[in-house]
């Protein structure tokens, strides 16, 4: 009898050589183009992006990363999460436009041909919602994906706003800009003219093909390192001016209440932080023996130093091996060998910056914050693996 698949077979000197031969080795494989656009393999039809647990899927939600199924640091863009606020427009290139206007020389509308005849430069950075793993504060998610999904990675190309701002010619009295989204949302948010002259760039493409619809097409605004929100997508307007503009989403939103009373606002930056992927959350560990622990740790304020893993709770730690290429403002992959005795484990990693800055675990963080605060949550996550091998989020 043949075996129906390669692996079903052993040798056992009942089969001949020739039987071991899989079907799909026997029969010709599919045409090339089918289908044009190449999509990942059926067998892993469930690595996708979901909703936030309880939310549901509106126009005004967000969904989440699989951080345990990714291999590297780029995040493919199918799987990049989104955060839309009034849905993702549809918005065809030639009749986009961005405006910039306020305290400049001359106010200038550019339309994408005009974008992309300015010199471009290509870069990877990570991209974090603010409100990333703000389920921690007071509650515990099940999965990697839903405490830490609002991350993603991409190569981004576009072209430097410094440029773009020089060519309307920047008032000496500009000191913010606002940028505006063209979705129904119109989002708005004031950024540091610091900021703007800085790093930020004007993208249309991302991971080598034009932005996706969610990701702002057929333009975004990147502030490298900074949170989430401030990245505005479907950017059409730019207006300079001496002061912030208060906007919604810097006054009612984005803010972080204090223990104090008052509140902590244009929290731009943010800071670095860490997290286990594999094991993480919801797998089950297959027995005791080597298991490689695979995560990743990033920084808004510049690159990773160095990332610490331990498999007892922050009792004692062993410093894990970044993957190259370390870059600023970007994911770094890191992997420490751990021999699983079998007995019940906790499992964290810490990171530090090149600023020095480290990771607070989540009761110090705690302590300086409060628990009335949504955004900004970096503390250290805790995967405790039980006897039987099951892993599941705790608080450490
Ligand atoms: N115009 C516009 N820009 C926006 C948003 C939006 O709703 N409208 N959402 C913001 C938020 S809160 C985040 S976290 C990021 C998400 O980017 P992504 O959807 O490409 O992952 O976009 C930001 N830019
Ligand atoms: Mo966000």
Known sequence: MLPTAAHAAQPDGKHEASDLVPLWTKAQGRPILSPPYGQPSGYEAKVVRVPIPGRTNTTAAASLTPLQNLYGIITPNGLVFERHHGGVPDIPPEQHR?????????????????????????????LECSGNSAGEWKAKGSTVQITHGLLSCCEWTGIPLAIVLQEAGIDPRAKWLLAEGADAAAMT???????ALDDALLVYAQNGEMLRPEQGYPLRLLLPGFEGNTNIKWLRRLKLADSPFMTREETSKYTDPMPDGTARQFTFVMEA?????????????????????????WSGRGRIRRVDVSVDAGRTWQE???QEPVL????????????????????????????????????ALIAA???????????????QVGGNGAVENVHA
């Not at 005009?114 to 430069?121: A, C, E, K, T, Y």
């Not at 770094?332 to 675990?361: C, H, I, K, N």
């Not at 949504?374 to 996550?381: A, D, L, P, R, V």
Request: aromatic share 12%; hydrophobic share 35%; glycine share 8%.
């Open 320 to 322: 894990a091996k970044l």
């Open 189 to 195: 948010r004031s950024i540091p003219m610091e900021k």
């Open 369 to 383: 914050r409060g628990l009335e605060s949504y955004y900004h949550f970096n503390g250290i996550q805790s995967w």
């Open 328 to 363: 600023p403002k970007c994911l770094t992959a890191f992997r420490a060998p751990w021999r699983w005795d079998g007995a019940p484990a906790v499992l964290q990693s810490r990171a530090m910056d090149e600023t020095g800055y480290v990771q607070p675990t989540r009761e």
């Open 273 to 297: 932080k860490s997290v286990i992927v594999r094991p993480s959350g919801g797998q089950t560990l297959r027995g005791p023996g080597f298991v490689e622990i695979e995560g990743y740790a």
């Open 98 to 126: 961005l405006l910039v206007h306020g305290l400049v020389d001359r106010p200038l509308a550019f339309d994408m041909n005009d974008l992309q005849r300015f010199p471009s430069v290509s870069r990877m950075h990570f």
